[in-house]
């Protein structure tokens, strides 16, 4: 009977660890991770994105700068054909972050969060965060230049829904600078909650669930994101009705700031403090020697980092 029982203990530890060490299963309740096992599963998804090459993050965040451009199609034309209804016109918006979020693709708001999390540990050095960032913020605005340039530049929208999708940036232009900053400070802070309750999820309709709702936030809050944002803007000024520059300066950095602010103090920050006691015992004894020394972290290059662990349930990553 006990060899039954440490064969039924063996397999459930091989199925609940995943082949990168972290966390497929909770410890204590198997369908529920917690606080720190989330993170876990976090760093190691951070560890593929950070060692991403040039090629693969940059088409990867065009992909989901252009499908943010689905977003802002729907919730112009919806906007149009229910003569503004706040609530009919917006039913559509997640769909483009559902495209990014379940298809992996990378969005610079969504990365507020595993990459800043690597960081704190001292596994990545800040240039390769900042490498990341910008790397993957270039691309998602040339996915949504792409996308504002062909949806001026065909029939694809009604001239009501056009007319709509002039306003969304016109609207933003005349709003105050700190005011959009602030409401962008709390759309990242949805966006980046997103992604931490998205690692407690194992399956896709909960996943769904979950960008759906979140994102409906957004337009329903009328907060702002900084990709959909850009796209606006850049649909105005394909339209020449705005002086780029103007565009730039008053509405997409702002936004810009709000989102990063809102991701990375908000949500990342606090949420590693509230596991790093637990995490950090263990990863002074098994994972000291895989971080990077000050010096690495500060100053080291684009591509510095260390050793990933997962110190969980007595399970290290090798």
């Given at each position: 009977m006990p060899d039954d029982t440490d064969r039924e203990t063996a397999v459930r530890d091989a199925v609940d660890v995943s082949q990168s060490g972290a966390p497929a299963g909770g410890h204590t309740i198997r369908d529920r991770f917690s606080a720190d096992e989330i993170f876990q599963r976090?760093?190691?998804?951070?560890?593929?994105?950070?060692?991403?090459?040039?090629?693969e993050l940059f088409f990867s965040g065009l992909a989901a700068g252009f499908a943010i451009t689905v977003t802002f199609l729907l919730y112009a034309s919806l906007y149009a054909s229910t003569d503004?209804?706040?609530?009919?016109?917006?039913?559509l918006y997640p769909l483009g972050f559902v495209f990014i979020i379940l298809g992996?693709?990378?969005l610079y708001t969504e990365n507020t969060l595993p990459p800043?999390?690597?960081?704190?540990?001292?596994?990545?050095?800040?240039?390769?965060?900042?490498?990341?960032?910008?790397?993957?913020?270039?691309?998602?605005?040339?996915?949504?230049?792409?996308g504002a340039l062909a949806l001026s530049s065909t029939g694809v929208l009604s001239p009501a829904a056009a007319s709509a999708a002039e306003g969304f940036a016109q609207k933003a232009i005349e709003t105050p600078w700190w005011t959009l900053f602030s409401k962008a400070v709390f759309?990242?802070?949805?966006?980046?909650?997103?992604?931490?309750?998205?690692?407690?999820l194992r399956d896709s309709i909960s996943r769904l669930a979950l960008v759906y709702v979140s994102f409906l936030a957004i337009p329903f809050g009328n907060l702002y994101h900084v990709v959909v944002s850009a796209t606006e803007m850049l649909y105005l000024v394909f339209n020449g009705e705005l002086a780029l520059w103007v565009g730039v300066s008053q509405f997409v950095v702002?936004?810009?700031?709000?989102?990063s602010i809102g991701g990375v103090v908000l949500v990342t920050v606090v949420n590693y403090f509230q596991t790093t006691e637990r995490r950090l015992a263990s990863a002074?004894?098994?994972?000291?020697?895989?971080?990077?020394?000050?010096?690495?972290?500060?100053?080291?290059?684009f591509s510095d980092s260390g050793r990933s662990y997962v110190p969980v349930n007595g399970h290290d990553r090798d």
């Open positions: 976090i760093v190691v998804a951070a560890d593929e994105e950070i060692t991403a090459t040039t090629r503004g209804d706040p609530v009919l016109s917006a039913l992996d693709y990378q800043v999390a690597l960081t704190l540990e001292r596994l990545a050095s800040l240039p390769s965060l900042m490498r990341i960032w910008g790397l993957v913020l270039l691309a998602n605005l040339a996915g949504g230049l792409l759309a990242g802070l949805i966006v980046a909650g997103v992604v931490w309750v998205d690692y407690s702002p936004v810009l700031l709000g989102n002074r004894e098994a994972g000291k020697k895989n971080r990077l020394t000050v010096r690495e972290w500060v100053l080291g290059g």
